[in-house]
């Protein structure tokens, strides 16, 4: 029997969690996002509830790694090799949510060779790992910070490259290993290390809600969710349709969302200003205002877009000072938004470039 999921659009507050969430369904490009609060604040119920907002996908009818039948650059080596005539049957299928477990070892990862049988037969077979079931889909982890480093390591190399490459002893195989990393964690049983935390792309720090009234909203809503569940999530069927409605809207029109010159100096010169390191948080801004965008149904990124990425892409690659925090407001970002912008020149607002596909040229001229 399934279990039953909370809906998403039930979850009282978190706006910020809720935000990275639905920007990583829209564009899973961006690259995770990595929730750090206490116990009891919604963490794993809104990774449960997003995936079940997320639509159907086509996938390749007889290929265990659900690769894309529209891009048969990404295909797993069984398709290769199956369908080089170009030949296939497709299906659709729910998007897959996968939870990861604590315990998992490498090779329960990223899956095994049996290298036996391609020595005394010649035959390639692979056994499919969590990357694999994944793929397309949504890779949850709970209390990732108590997970081995080397396997978050693996996860995240997979997250940025959308692939997965098992090699041993001189034999090979790689499969697509694309998916949404939502990884929740409580900071009182430890942390995880710097160079893991900048990987993830987004982060949000979640506490409990102080509003009594928002407090008895989250009593009310999980007493009738457990008394009972399907006519709990009946009553918030048309709200719920209407945001994965949205969602699959978004996904489609995100990678044509445009940009200007001035956007991505105004995202440079608010990095630069903050002294963040490396550039991996300028492009995780950008596209999460694309996706912001998309999500709101429009062509171009605005201020706004970019502000509200930032604030989810950037507490985590800020170095805080002696007993400072090292969060920023919206209202703070604004106006460090608007000082890179003055910098940039008050001439003609740049040329504008528009967002593509990740196998083409970036910032093609929009025609």
Same mark, same amino acid.
């Given at each position: 029997?399934a $279990? #039953?999921?909370?809906?998403?659009?039930? /979850? *009282?507050?978190?706006e910020?969690?809720? $935000?990275?969430?639905i920007?990583?369904? *829209?564009?899973?490009?961006?690259g995770?996002?990595?929730i750090?609060?206490?116990?009891?604040?919604a963490?794993s119920?809104?990774a449960?509830?997003l %995936?079940?907002?997320?639509p159907?996908? !086509?996938?390749? #009818?007889?290929?265990?790694?659900?690769?894309?039948?529209?891009?048969?650059?990404e295909?797993?080596?069984?398709?290769?090799?199956?369908h080089?005539?170009?030949?296939l049957?497709?299906?659709?299928?729910?998007?897959?949510? /996968?939870?990861?477990p604590?315990?998992a070892?490498?090779?329960?990862?990223?899956?095994t060779?049996?290298?036996?049988?391609?020595?005394?037969r010649?035959?390639?077979?692979? !056994?499919? +790992?969590i =990357?694999?079931s994944?793929?397309?889909?949504?890779l949850?982890?709970? !209390?990732?910070?108590?997970?081995?480093d080397?396997?978050?390591d693996?996860l995240?190399d997979?997250?940025? @490259?959308g692939?997965?490459?098992?090699?041993? &002893?001189?034999?090979s195989?790689s499969?697509?290993a694309?998916?949404?990393?939502? +990884?929740? @964690?409580n900071?009182? &049983?430890?942390?995880?290390?710097?160079?893991?935390?900048d990987?993830f %792309?987004?982060?949000?720090?979640i506490?409990?809600?102080l509003?009594?009234?928002?407090? @008895?909203?989250?009593m !009310?809503?999980?007493i %009738?969710?457990?008394?009972?569940?399907?006519?709990?999530r009946?009553?918030w069927?048309?709200q719920?349709?209407?945001?994965?409605?949205?969602?699959?809207g978004?996904?489609?029109?995100v990678n044509?969302?445009c940009y200007?010159?001035r956007?991505?100096?105004a995202?440079?010169?608010?990095?630069?200003s903050?002294k963040?390191?490396g550039?991996?948080?300028?492009l995780?801004? =950008?596209?999460?205002?694309?996706a912001h965008?998309?999500?709101?149904?429009?062509?171009?990124?605005?201020?706004?877009?970019?502000?509200l990425a930032a604030?989810l %892409?950037?507490?985590? $690659?800020i170095?805080? $000072?002696?007993f400072q925090?090292?969060?920023?407001?919206?209202?703070?970002?604004q106006?460090?938004l608007?000082?890179?912008?003055?910098?940039?020149?008050s001439?003609?607002?740049? &040329?504008q470039?528009e967002?593509?596909?990740p196998?083409?040229? #970036?910032?093609?001229?929009?025609?």
């Amino acid at each position: 029997m399934a $279990r #039953a999921v909370f809906p998403f659009t039930a /979850i *009282v507050g978190q706006e910020r969690m809720k $935000r990275a969430l639905i920007l990583n369904a *829209v564009s899973p490009q961006i690259g995770g996002v990595l929730i750090r609060g206490e116990r009891g604040t919604a963490k794993s119920t809104a990774a449960r509830a997003l %995936a079940a907002l997320l639509p159907d996908i !086509e996938v390749v #009818a007889d290929c265990r790694f659900g690769c894309d039948p529209d891009r048969r650059n990404e295909w797993c080596d069984d398709c290769r090799v199956r369908h080089a005539d170009g030949t296939l049957q497709t299906t659709m299928r729910r998007t897959s949510f /996968i939870d990861l477990p604590v315990s998992a070892t490498e090779d329960r990862v990223v899956g095994t060779l049996d290298i036996e049988k391609a020595i005394q037969r010649g035959e390639k077979v692979f !056994e499919p +790992g969590i =990357l694999a079931s994944a793929n397309r889909g949504l890779l949850y982890v709970d !209390e990732v910070n108590l997970l081995d480093d080397h396997v978050v390591d693996l996860l995240l190399d997979s997250a940025a @490259m959308g692939v997965n490459v098992v090699e041993r &002893e001189g034999i090979s195989f790689s499969h697509p290993a694309k998916f949404i990393l939502v +990884g929740t @964690m409580n900071p009182e &049983e430890g942390d995880i290390r710097p160079q893991l935390l900048d990987r993830f %792309a987004f982060c949000v720090q979640i506490t409990g809600l102080l509003d009594p009234e928002q407090r @008895m909203q989250i009593m !009310e809503r999980r007493i %009738a969710f457990e008394m009972d569940p399907d006519a709990f999530r009946s009553q918030w069927t048309s709200q719920e349709k209407r945001l994965s409605d949205q969602i699959a809207g978004a996904r489609e029109r995100v990678n044509q969302v445009c940009y200007t010159r001035r956007d991505l100096a105004a995202i440079a010169g608010l990095t630069a200003s903050l002294k963040v390191d490396g550039h991996r948080a300028d492009l995780v801004i =950008l596209r999460g205002a694309q996706a912001h965008a998309a999500f709101y149904g429009r062509n171009c990124i605005s201020d706004e877009d970019i502000v509200l990425a930032a604030e989810l %892409a950037l507490p985590h $690659r800020i170095k805080a $000072r002696p007993f400072q925090d090292a969060s920023f407001t919206v209202y703070e970002l604004q106006e460090r938004l608007e000082q890179a912008q003055s910098e940039w020149g008050s001439g003609e607002p740049g &040329e504008q470039l528009e967002s593509s596909e990740p196998d083409t040229p #970036a910032g093609k001229k929009k025609r």
